[in-house]
């Protein structure tokens, strides 16, 4: 199993370019999760699906986009990228409930310019 | 709002001493608890997960404890090693969200 996988690892755009992030889980995840690390701020929530098709609004959720097709990927959108969202960001996966531990992908690390 | 807290920010001690990290957090009505282990420039790897109803988990030579009504939760590491040099997060689900509420972790070095 290769858990969660992100894609791209790094990235640099420049303001107002637009880019997608790949999260990838071969656990047979239901619960899906986008997260951007900043410092001093801590581990933040933008979006999370609680299965396929369906996407919800987390903590930081302005300027970004979600989309899950298929159980296995949520992608991660910005149309219009700002210096702000220089950021690390991680995906993670869990079982159906809240009941069990998420699982973090290794993290994609973003500069905008 | 949940808040959650951790001290201190940064630790430092010898190899082969026992240490204990602490977590905090402002609304006790907690689905979970989790402990993760975070190396620098990686993603998070979880070591712990303990329930609401559960007073503490152990696996190797961490042990989590949980005190719901005081709103806290401990890390015991064991006999440190330098391999255990990393950031510990812990975070927390509330009982009517989805939504992991981080603390701003504990850096932690174990020097040989």
């Known amino acids: 199993n290769a858990g969660v996988t992100q894609t791209p690892k790094f990235r640099v755009l420049k303001t107002g370019q637009s880019m997608t992030l790949l999260c990838a889980q071969d656990?047979?995840?239901?619960?899906m999760y986008w997260y951007r690390q900043d410092p001093g701020m801590g581990l933040r929530l933008i979006h999370y699906?609680?299965?396929?098709?369906?996407?919800a609004k987390g903590e930081v959720p302005d300027g970004y986009n979600v989309s899950r097709l298929k159980k296995q990927n949520f992608l991660l959108g910005l149309e219009s990228a700002a210096p702000s969202q220089t950021s690390v960001y991680f995906c993670a996966s869990s079982y159906s409930t809240r009941r069990y531990e998420q699982y973090f992908g290794p993290g994609t690390r973003l500069t905008v310019t | 709002k949940q808040e959650v807290t951790q001290i201190p920010a940064a630790l430092s001690v010898p190899e082969g001493e026992n240490l204990v990290l602490n977590c905090s957090f402002t609304?006790?009505?907690?689905?979970?608890l989790q402990w993760f282990r975070q190396d620098p420039g990686k993603g998070l790897t979880s070591l712990l997960l303990?329930?609401?109803?559960?007073r503490e988990q152990t696996s190797g030579r961490l042990n989590a404890s949980l005190d719901k009504s005081s709103g806290r939760s401990t890390l015991y590491i064991a006999a440190s090693q330098p391999g255990d040099s990393a950031t510990y997060l812990c975070?927390?689900?509330?009982?009517?969200?989805?939504?992991?509420?981080f603390g701003g972790g504990t850096r932690l070095m174990v020097k040989p």
């Open positions: 975070a927390v689900i509330v009982n009517a969200g989805n939504m992991l509420t």
């Open positions: 699906s609680v299965g396929e098709g369906t996407t």
């Open positions: 303990i329930q609401s109803s559960q």
């Open positions: 609304d006790s009505a907690i689905y979970n």
């Open positions: 656990m047979n995840h239901e619960y």
